[in-house]
Structure formats: C-alpha cells, structure tokens
C-alpha cells in the first residue's frame, strides 16, 4: 500500500511536469498557430543549465530562477527571429524547421558540453524524507517540486482567467482573427506566450534534472508524452492540459512500475480511446 | 502533385539504368550506398502518395517501415522471400488500417500529433518489449531467394533488386495517380470539404492512401532489413519519419519522383557531409534549412 501511494505521488509530480511542458505546447499552438516539435529540447535545454549551474556554483536552487529567466528571454528570442516568421508557413515546413532547430539544438549542446549522462545531486537542503502517513515516508524534494508546479500552475490560471493580458490570450486562443481585429497587439502576445511557454519548459527541465538523469535526446520522451497530453486536453485549453497531464503522469508511472512492458503503449491507447469518443479532445470547446 | 510526363521518365528510366550498370564501374562499396538510396527512396516514395497525393503529413509512416523490416526478424529465418515480401506489406498495411482508422478522424495540427504518438506507440512496442529482440537491434538471417547469393556478389545482387522494386513501386504509383482514385486524392488536398460536398466518400478514399502508402512502406522496410541484416527500433522512431518527409521537401512534394530525387541528393548530402565533419545533425539541420527556406519547390521544381 505503501509502496502504491509512492508510486501514485511520483505519478502525480511526473505529471505535473508534463504539465509544465504540455501548457505551453498548447497555448503555442492555440495562439499562434504553429506546431513546435523543439519543445522537448527546451525541457532538455533547461535539465542542462541546471546540470551546469548546480556544477559551477554549488548551488542548485539558483537553477530554476535561472531556468526562467533564461527561458523567458530565449523564447522571446526565438519567437522574434524565428518563429513569427514559421507562422505563415504550411504545417509540413514547420514540422521540418522545428525539427531542423533539433538537431542543431542537440549539436550545440554536444559542441558546447558532450554527449555524456550526468547526475545532478538532489539540493542537500531537501535531501531528506518526509513520514506522510504512518510508516510510509516521500522525498522532501519530490514534494517540493510537487509544491513548485502546483504554485506554478495556480499562478497560470489566475493570470490566463483574471488579467486582461490573459483575457487577450484566452481570445487569441480562441479566434485569432478577432484579435487583429478588437485592436488588441497579436504580435506582443505571441512573443509573451512564447517566452512563457519556453520558460516553463526550461523549468520543467530544470526541476527533473535531480530526479534523473540528464542525456542527450532526454526531451523526445517527454515531447511525445506531452503530445498525448494536448491531443486528450484539447487544443488550446490549459484545464485539459492540466487535467490531461496529471492522468498521463499517473498512467505512465504506474505503468513502469507494475507492467513495464506495457507502459509506452498503456498511454497511446488511452488517447486512442479518447479519439474514439472525443475527437478534438476532453476540454475542447463545441 | 504532377506526374511527370512521358520524357521525365525516359530521363528516370536512363537514370535508374546508369546505376543498373554499376556493378561494370563502380566499388561494392558504392553499390551498398546506391543501394541505401534506393530504400530510402522507396521509403519517401510510399510517404508521397500522403502527402503529395493528399495532403496529408503523417508522422506514423517510420512505423509502418519498422514493421515491415521487423516482419522479416519475426517470420524467423530461412522462409522465403516470396513470403516474407507479402508478409511485411501485409503487416504494415494492417497497422496503418488500424492508426488510420483514428488518426484520420482528426485534421491539420491534430493529425500531425495523432499520427506522432501512435507512430511512437509502435517504437516503444519494440523498445520496451522483447517481442523484437530488444532496444539494441538485432542481426537476422536474410530470408532465402531463388539462389543462394554469395557474400563477394551481394552489394550487387542487392543494389538491383532494390532499383527493380523502386522502379515498380514508382510505375505503381505514376500509374494510380493517373486513375481516378488519384484524381480524387488531389481533389481532397485541394479542398476537402468541397470534395465531400460533391459526394465523395472522403473518410473512406483517406483510409485506402493510408493502407495502401503503409504498406508500401512495409515495402521498403523489408528491403533494408533484407539488404542490412539488421533491424533496430530507430527504424520506427519518429526522426526517421521527418527524413522522409525531408527527402519529399527537398525533392519536390509537387512532384511525384521528388522523393527519389531528395532521397538520393540526402544520402549524398550525408556521404559527403560524412567527410568533411562528424557533426551528422549540423549537416542535417543545415539541409533542412536550404530545403525549406530557399528550395522552395525542391530540386524537381528547379527547371521552371
């Protein structure tokens, strides 16, 4: 019993991370239009600054910050140089530009670092149990990161539902059209979604990089799983990403653990059957 | 997507007899590379009916090639090529049925991420599981042919086997794409809900491409896993499915020999690549760039 409910907060934290990574994958998608197969490096991106802040300074919990900070001004970036001009482009160019941006983004990391497996050594701080029930004891770090992504989540929902730049999102989601036309700046809601979406993603990163270990191509697992979860939430809807994520998390986890073999696929058919009832996903509108 | 005319292939039919006649001038080693760009032409090949022919950008298609090539380890050795050939289209056309009849229930960007993670779903079927020999690959026994081939006479007998099934695959498809069910496929990459307006069966018309490119995909994995001897999960990852549609950009996705075009100008963009760095992706990621961003109609579209 004891061992399940470890298993089932692993699989809600696993899933909460997929969640960080699957929210931006869908408010990119809704606002702007574009398919960005590169998110699972961003997530890489971040585990490797985290493996190289915590390697230089001691210090791990400046990664996350620096995750952030790094990501907002990364995304914000990309999203000027390259991705406004990928918007206008046919699905199959994009699939390929992003795809291209993947390669390069693994051989920078090669260039610039190796192509080794590193461990990042859980902050000693948090270094520790935490007894939850009875006998039954959980990393002080899991929980932790448990916390971040709730703290994290909440603070998305507030700003998307009840700031007047989240109204703007909500209807650039909705109907890109109409923003153009309401006389609200598309352009500068494009690159905040962008920016926030890749600053997530390097969190994301950031945060599993004690939890595993850090490794080339460590992003294509958690791209294809936070595919699934876009694809069962619905296009563009943080609810069903968030609710999406922590049933994939929660699957996949307790899959490796009771049925490894079946793990990887436990999940497709899960979205197999959600295509089958509900073809634009759980949340999707209409 | 333009079928080329009768002139565009006497200039393929000449080129498919210049590297017939390798074996007279050139190294086995080159025949193996021919060889290479032949299956993968193959491959890109059996994509285009998709996505030329429909519209359709799938990234499930590497699957259907792993298949086709696992069916081969899966048959166990010794069967016959006659077996193992049907076996693997047969195989693959069933997985591309069954991905289709789900994928194809969505459109556009949905379509894309469907047809990913069900793409995915069949590399983690032979990653995770034993079925397949596990994560590494594994070394198979070549099916039996008509006569046993010697090792020195392989790079030979294989390279002209795979341009006698490239060339039929691509008669196959000129002459289907010419039919009117080819007709109709343009139709649907045109304007789908105009095509099912006029009362065709859409859903249906999809679906056949579907099986019908999957099992052609089958095809080619069969061959690379008869010509390699080796089969690995890779071969279904979705990174293999981007090279395919890679090869179709860079080729020429409005034409239907643009695949064999960019399948070969790939390999020897690789090749040469090869020797220059080992930096494999930079070349790769820079060729996806000149083929997306300057080549805009591919290297079959360069003579207007």
Redesign the interface.
Known sequence: MEGFLAQLLNGLQYGLLLFLIGSGLTLIFGVMGVINLAHGSLFMIGAYLAYVVATLTGEFWLAPPAAVLGGLAFGALLERGLFRKFREREHLDQVLLTFALILLFEEARAALLDNQFHAVAVPPSLDFSIPVTGGFAYSAYRLAVLAICLAVAAVMFAFVERTRIGASIRAAAENPEMVDLLGLDARSIHTLVFAAGTALAMLAGALAAPLQSVYPGMGDGFLILSFIVVVIGGLGSIAGAFWAALLVGSIDTLGKVYAPQIAGISVCVLMAAVLLWRPNGLFARG | MTRPGARGNLWLGLAALALASMPLWAAPWHMQLASTAAIAAMFALSLQLL?GGAGL?S?AHAGFFGLGAYSVYLLGGGRSIFLTLPAAALLAGLAAAATGY??L??R???F???T???G??LF??F????LGGGADGVFIARPDMIWTVPKAARPVVFLLLNLTILTAMYLFLWKLMGSLFGHALSGIRANEDRMRAMGHDVAGLKLTAFVLAGALAGVAGHMAAVTDAFVSPELLG??HA?EA??MI?LGG?GHLHGPILGAFALTAIREVGQSITE?Q??V???A??A??LLLRRGIAGLRR
């Open positions: 996505a950008i990234l789900l994928a229930r969505t556009g960007f949905y894309l991420m469907t990913l993670a069900f995915q779903m983690f079927l990653h995770d599981t034993p979705w990174h981007a549609l890679l950009l996705i930096r992706r930079l790769e990621g820079l996806i760039l083929a997306v």
